[in-house]
């Protein structure tokens, strides 16, 4: 059975820290480009970033570039988004998102995370 968790979301202050983890099971994870989505209220689901497989390169939308890392860990099937430089913009439902690299019609989302920035 496949599962993908998101967890370590919350309300924080403006300028503060969060680490968002997806913890997959039931599928290959090393097998999975990795993503990081969010979606405001009012708007559409947008790419926050990614970890591509099959070489690992990672992209960073540009409105968090040099705030948020992404990251992963093959041995835990995890994947995680250091938040940095939090603003009141960056608050949305954060999502996990798995692709297969080769198969792509095989990918899986997460149920989301709530993260709160306040000004």
């Known amino acids: 059975q496949v599962q993908v968790v998101e967890s370590g979301g919350g309300l924080v202050q403006s300028g503060g820290s969060l680490r968002l983890a997806c913890t997959a099971s039931?599928?290959?994870?090393?097998?999975?480009?990795m993503s990081w989505y969010r979606q405001a209220p009012g708007k559409e689901r947008e790419l926050v970033a990614a970890?591509?497989?099959?070489?690992?390169?990672?992209t960073h939308a540009a409105s968090v570039k040099g705030r948020f890392t992404i990251s992963k860990d093959n041995v835990k099937n995890t994947l995680y988004l250091q938040m940095n430089s939090l603003k009141p913009e960056d608050t949305a439902v954060y999502y996990c998102?798995?692709?297969?690299?080769?198969?792509?019609?095989?990918?899986?989302w997460g149920q989301g995370t709530q993260v709160t920035v306040s000004s």
């Open positions: 998102y798995a692709q297969h690299w080769l198969f792509t019609s095989k990918n899986y």
């Open positions: 039931g599928f290959t994870f090393d097998d999975y480009t």
């Open positions: 970890i591509a497989r099959p070489d690992d390169m990672t």
